[in-house]
C-alpha cells in the first residue's frame, strides 16, 4: 500500500535541502525525490516552489521559535546566562556541520530579499518572533540591573543578533570557529551592566 | 567590426549579475548575453561558472579595496572618524540600492560557502584584505587612544565588519534601514576608548 504523505513530513524534508543548498539550488523535482512523494501530491500542498520556500520558512521558524522559547524560559539561569546559553548553543551547533549550512531564516534572507518580496516578508516575519523572545529576556535582565538599559531592549536584541548572523556569515566562507568567541565575548562585553 | 572584448568588461558586467541575482540565479547564457560576447570567448577567459565566479570575486575585491583604502587614507579625519565615514558611506549606497544587493563578497560566502571549497577560499582571501585596511585604521586610533585597546586591533575589526555584515543581511528581508543607525551607534559605542 502507497504510504500517505502529510505536509508536516515534507516539509521537514524539504526545508533542510533549501538550508543545505538554497533556494535556486533546490529544484522541485529534488524535492520530490528526497520526500517519495508524486509531483501531483506537491502542487496539492503547495502553489509553487515560492510557496514551498515560504511554508517551509514558517516551518522551520516555528522549529526555531520552540527551541529559542526552551533555553530562554530556563529560569535557573540569569537572563544574561540564558542569553549567553542560547548563542553558545547556536555556536555549537553551527561548528558540529563545520559552519556549512547555517540558518534557513538567515539564508533566504540573503539570497532571495532582494528579488522575492514575499520570500522576504516570510523571513522577516519569521526573525521578528525570535527576535522578541531575545528583546523579552533582556528585558528581564535590565530589570534585574543585569543587563544595560541605556538602549531599548529591541535595539540590544537586534544587535547582538545581527552580531550573530554576521559572524555565521563569515564562518560559513572562513571555518574560523574563533569569530564565534570573539562576538560572545565582545557583545556580552558590551550589553552587560556598567 | 566586431568588437573586441577583454576580460576587464567582462568581469564588470558579470559580477554585478552575481551581485545582484546570486550564483545559482545566474546562468552563463545570461552573462554571454549581458556581455554580448560567444560562448567560445567566456571559455577563452575562464574554466568554468566557478573560475569565472572567483575571478568576479577578485575583482570586485579589489574595486573595493582600493575603495575602502581611499576612505581609510584620509588624513584629515581621525581614524575613528574615517571608520564611521567607511560604514556610513558603504550603508547610504546599500540604501539607494533600497538593500537588494549587498556585497558579493558577503552574498557567494553565504550562498556558496557551503557547497564550494574554491569559492568559500576566495570569499574569505578578499574579505581578509579589506579587513587589513579597517585593522590598521583601528590600530592608529588605538595608538592615538581613540579606540579601546583591550582588544587587539584584529578582532576590533572583525566584530565591526561583522556586525556590519548581519545589519546588511536583516536589512535585504527587513527594508528597516534604522538598522544602520543602531550598527553605527552601538558598535562605534562599543569600540570608543573609554
Redesign the interface.
Known amino acids: 500500500m502507497r504510504k500517505k504523505h502529510n505536509i508536516d513530513e515534507i516539509l521537514e524534508t524539504g526545508q533542510e535541502l533549501l538550508r543545505?543548498?538554497?533556494?535556486?539550488?533546490t529544484g522541485v523535482e529534488e524535492v520530490l525525490k528526497a520526500c517519495g512523494i508524486p509531483k501531483g501530491s506537491f502542487y496539492n500542498f503547495f502553489k509553487n516552489k515560492e510557496d514551498f520556500s515560504i511554508q517551509s520558512l514558517d516551518w522551520y521558524g516555528e522549529t526555531q521559535y520552540q527551541h529559542v522559547q526552551q533555553i530562554l524560559d530556563n529560569n535557573e539561569l540569569s537572563p544574561m546566562e540564558r542569553l549567553k546559553d542560547f548563542y553558545n548553543s547556536n555556536a555549537k551547533a553551527n561548528i558540529e556541520e563545520n559552519?556549512?549550512?547555517?540558518c534557513l531564516i538567515?539564508?533566504?534572507?540573503?539570497?532571495m530579499?532582494?528579488?522575492n518580496d514575499n520570500i522576504?516578508?516570510a523571513?522577516?516575519r519569521n526573525?521578528?518572533r525570535i527576535l522578541s523572545l531575545i528583546s523579552a529576556c533582556i528585558r528581564e535582565g535590565q530589570k534585574r540591573g543585569e543587563i544595560r538599559d541605556d538602549?531599548p531592549a529591541e535595539?540590544l536584541a537586534?544587535?547582538l543578533?545581527?552580531?550573530?548572523?554576521?559572524?555565521?556569515?563569515?564562518t560559513?566562507?572562513?571555518?574560523d570557529f574563533s569569530?564565534f568567541e570573539?562576538?560572545q565575548r565582545?557583545t556580552f562585553?558590551?550589553i552587560k551592566a556598567k
Open positions: 543545505t543548498q538554497g533556494y535556486n539550488n559552519c556549512a549550512n547555517g538567515g539564508n533566504l534572507s540573503l539570497e530579499g532582494g528579488i522576504a516578508a523571513a522577516d526573525m521578528k538602549y535595539d537586534n544587535y543578533h545581527n552580531s550573530f548572523y554576521g559572524t555565521l556569515m563569515r560559513k566562507a572562513s571555518k569569530l570573539l562576538f565582545a562585553d558590551f
